[in-house]
T-cell receptor, first 111, second 114 residues
Framework: GENVEQHPSTLSVQEGDSAVIKCTYSDSASNYFPWYKQELGKRPQLIIDIRSNVGEKKDQRIAVTLNKTAKHFSLHITETQPEDSAVYFCAASRPLQKLVFGTGTRLLVSP | DTGVSQDPRHKITKRGQNVTFRCDPISEHNRLYWYRQTLGQGPEFLTYFQNEAQLEKSRLLSDRFSAERPKGSFSTLEIQRTEQGDSAMYLC????????????FGQGTRLTVV
């Protein structure tokens, strides 16, 4: 089955810096790769996703890149702000199948 | 609120008791998922329904766990003879009919087994 690895487990940056979180997946049939943000005590919420037919997607300060050959995808957050502090999860899934999540990255943005 | 709703939000139970959680997905979402999340970990898949059919169940799920979605709308997750290791956040998510779109999560039910 699918296995998703995520690094780093914690990431501390200064406000205004960029943050990059990386994930690798094992199942070459996976074609959907969302990123979720989870604040303490709250539900995971989708912040951006990418499908296997594109290599990059951007939404304001957030971007995701996908390398299908290497089976890895990354989340890039530019101009980080304190409100970006949260736990971020990557996930992967086959068409119409369950999401398999990474172990999460705790991002701390210091003012 | 038209999002995914879960009930109860919190449940404290004694070891050995049975508990049941309910999930109401977003209307017309035909796919419904149950996940379990422990502190510091990502959501772990438990089971998945498409309409009323339970299509997949995690191998990690013991026989004490059972889930239903009798009319293809709300779902229930029951844990029998609870153990302390069952303490976790139980998350429900739903997705629409289309292929690979966002899974919308409920706020979860936090179970504490004492």
């Amino acid at each position: 089955g699918e296995n998703v690895e995520q690094h780093p487990s914690t990431l501390s940056v200064q406000e205004g810096d960029s943050a990059v979180i990386k994930c690798t997946y094992s199942d070459s049939a996976s074609n959907y790769f969302p990123w979720y943000k989870q604040e303490l005590g709250k539900r995971p919420q989708l912040i951006i996703d990418i499908r296997s037919n594109v290599g990059e997607k951007k939404d304001q300060r957030i971007a995701v890149t996908l390398n299908k050959t290497a089976k890895h995808f990354s989340l890039h957050i530019t101009e980080t702000q304190p409100e970006d502090s949260a736990v971020y999860f990557c996930a992967a899934s086959r068409p119409l199948q369950k999401l398999v999540f990474g172990t999460g990255t705790r991002l701390l943005v210091s003012p | 609120d038209t999002g995914v709703s879960q009930d109860p939000r919190h449940k404290i139970t004694k070891r050995g008791q049975n508990v049941t959680f309910r999930c109401d997905p977003i209307s017309e979402h035909n796919r419904l998922y149950w996940y379990r999340q422990t502190l510091g970990q990502g959501p772990e898949f438990l089971t998945y329904f498409q309409n009323e059919a339970q299509l997949e169940k995690s191998r990690l799920l013991s026989d004490r766990f059972s889930a239903e979605r009798p009319k293809g709308s709300f779902s229930t997750l029951e844990i029998q003879r609870t153990e302390q290791g069952d303490s976790a956040m139980y998350l429900c998510a739903s997705s629409p009919r289309d292929s690979n779109t966002e899974a919308f999560f409920g706020q979860g039910t936090r179970l504490t087994v004492v």
